[in-house]
């Protein structure tokens, strides 16, 4: 018995506290129902010991990136892989240079990125911003048909 | 933690692959020897673009430190090709 465990039930003994606190306070201490506040980040992983329906959030560390071709798309035998692993820390670090890039550039970058049918602001890329993201990119799969009915599927997940 | 290896793997059914080691804290000690001159060159280019330079100074550490633990594979028509930066 932990300690914690043990003073909510001298405290219910006392006469301190009603049975229905002490239980909400048992609940509340239980291992399997400790969400652990560690990072802001998506990430969900699943413990030996923890409870099916118990999710503890991680800090994540990596942006993977799947990319998944049959024959028809890449005129290849057999399936065609990709899989690319990012650590976060390179991902901010490139937020960060971007935001050192001149204003001048900004603009010229702008352009360009519009007139080839990305509608992005380089100026408001920002570490925050990158934070958010991966904040809501917890598993993002995109699957992409072509013309001829060959596909693709990309998936782009935090870990 | 900068990277101090990286690991390139070949894979072919048609032929004998090949792993490469590549020690890249061989080249931390040039570029340690070399690096007054690097800030050097990059106060230059800080003032003449107008950017803080310790700013730059943490970004570039930040992109090199970040590589470590870049992961990438890619397989196609029973060839693989691996690259791991450690």
Wanted: glycine letters at 8%.
């Amino acid at each position: 018995m932990n300690e914690h465990r043990r003073q909510i039930l001298e405290m219910l003994a006392a006469g301190k506290i009603t049975a229905e606190q002490a239980e909400k306070l048992l609940t509340a201490i239980e291992p399997e129902h400790t969400s652990v506040p560690v990072g802001e980040y998506a990430g969900t992983i699943g413990g030996a010991t923890a409870a099916p329906a118990a999710t503890i959030k991680t800090r994540a560390k990596y942006l993977r990136v799947l990319v998944e071709a049959d024959e028809s798309r890449t005129g290849k035998k057999g399936l065609s892989t990709v899989n690319v692993r990012v650590p976060m820390q390179l991902l901010r670090a490139g937020v960060r240079l971007a935001a050192l890039i001149p204003q001048q550039a900004h603009n010229q970058f702008d352009e360009a990125l519009s007139r080839h049918g990305v509608p992005l602001t380089l100026s408001q890329i920002k570490p925050e911003n990158l934070e958010e993201l991966v904040d809501h990119l917890e598993d993002l799969t995109v699957e992409m048909n072509g013309a001829e009915g060959n596909k693709a599927k990309v998936r782009v997940f935090c870990e | 933690m900068i990277p101090t290896a990286a690991i390139v793997r070949i894979q072919s059914p048609h032929w004998r692959g090949f792993r490469l080691w590549i020690p890249l804290f061989l080249l931390w000690i040039p570029i340690l020897l070399l690096s007054p001159l690097i800030l050097l060159v990059l106060l230059a280019c800080c003032i003449a673009g107008g950017i803080d330079f310790f700013s730059a100074v943490a970004t570039f550490w930040g992109l090199l430190a970040g590589l470590r633990g870049t992961d990438v594979r890619v397989a196609s028509n029973g060839s693989h090709v691996t690259v791991s930066i450690l």
